[in-house]
């Protein structure tokens, strides 16, 4: 089946496309699987080969999430918080990209210029003739992966790697706006001279530059812990709502900081749970840009300490001189268009004003709901007080010696009465 997969893609029978291919998988996931092959120029290469019918049963998986999410949104009010037809809306894009193939080959080219200038990280170069969206060939990449480098840390450097792999990462986040969004074990190895190669770049994140300036706030706001800056830009970043419980959002952000800042990596796993539990409390939506990366090679490692000179060369580059340029040149057509018209703008709202023609419109919410229990309340009332003046006129059919009007009218007024004081309790 895999053969037919091949050799439909490449257009070609297996025996000319390669000197050698393994019938047996180097690696299976649910989507595909990787096997050894050699090319006619005796390159060897790991060949990713997607699964015969993959996508269609992706889109039909696709469709039961969609329909169960929105229906737990619309059912389950504590559920909202978590945003799931939002996850499943992300989840979907992620996993159509990652089962393009072709995708992942231009993911590798950005990566591979982004850290061109780095050292320490290696990217596989890829084959284009043999490339297609159901088939990827790449260099084989021999090395070691970082789970087993932390069970065997002797032949290499794990401090040194462990600073490597927080940095890179760090950048992918904070300067490239471009980052691996699945940078489990499996997918991170090292090489010789503790080089750091990262591999499956199916799902990628990618952050635009305002979100990354504000992120690195975020982050000085942290390391200086700032917690009223937190909060500040939590809200500014449209995460957390303003609204009564701020006050105590910040009793609680106060606490974990003062807990978990300055900790070692051996101490980052538990902070981010009590994070997380705490966004859940208050009904923060986490962004879909972050992610936890944990690396265990050196528990004494402070991630801090690299984190907080790349943020505050972001916040710098921010209020440059050069930043304004760069705006007014991005926007110099909008600035152009707002020139023009806004003289008219300001002659034509100070005529309306001296004519006395400027309207002002104003939204009422639930100004319906509102009015109705208003009627409801003077309804109770004449009905109380006609009751009480037929009560004391003592005419008409009496029932325990009480007018039978009477004695309807509190009866009804009761119910009434009964029914808005639970209304106004939801």
Known sequence: MIRKVVESELGDRLENLFLEF????????SIGQVHRAVLNDNREVAVKIQKPGVEELVKTDLSMMKFLAKRIDEFIPPARNYNLPGIVNEF??????????????????????????????????????????KVMTMELVKGTKVSEVVLHPQEFNPKLIARRGVESYFKQIMIDGFFHA??????????EDNVICFLDFGMMGILDADFQENLAELFIYFMDTNVNGIINQLMYMDILEQDARSRSLKYDLTDLMYRYYGTELKGIQGGMEDLVSLMRKYGVSLPREFVLLGLQLDPEFNAVEILKPM?????????????????????????????KTLPHSINRTLYKIEEGKFTLEVEHKDLERISNKISMALIISALLIGSSLTILSDKGILILGLPFLGVIGFTLSAILGFWMVISLMK
């Open 22 to 29: 393994d019938e047996e998988p180097l690696a299976s996931a």
């Open 92 to 133: 979907e894009r992620s996993i159509l990209k990652e089962i393009d193939y072709i995708q992942e080959v231009r993911n590798i080219n950005v990566f591979n210029n982004n850290f061109k200038d780095v050292d320490y990280v290696y990217v596989p170069r890829t084959h284009a003739p043999y490339c297609t969206p």
């Open 182 to 191: 699945d940078p489990h074990s499996a997918n991170i190895y090292i090489l």
């Open 311 to 339: 943020t505050i060369k972001i916040v710098k580059k921010k209020f440059s001189p050069f930043k304004l340029v760069d705006f007014i040149k991005d926007n110099i057509f909008e600035v152009e268009h707002l020139l």
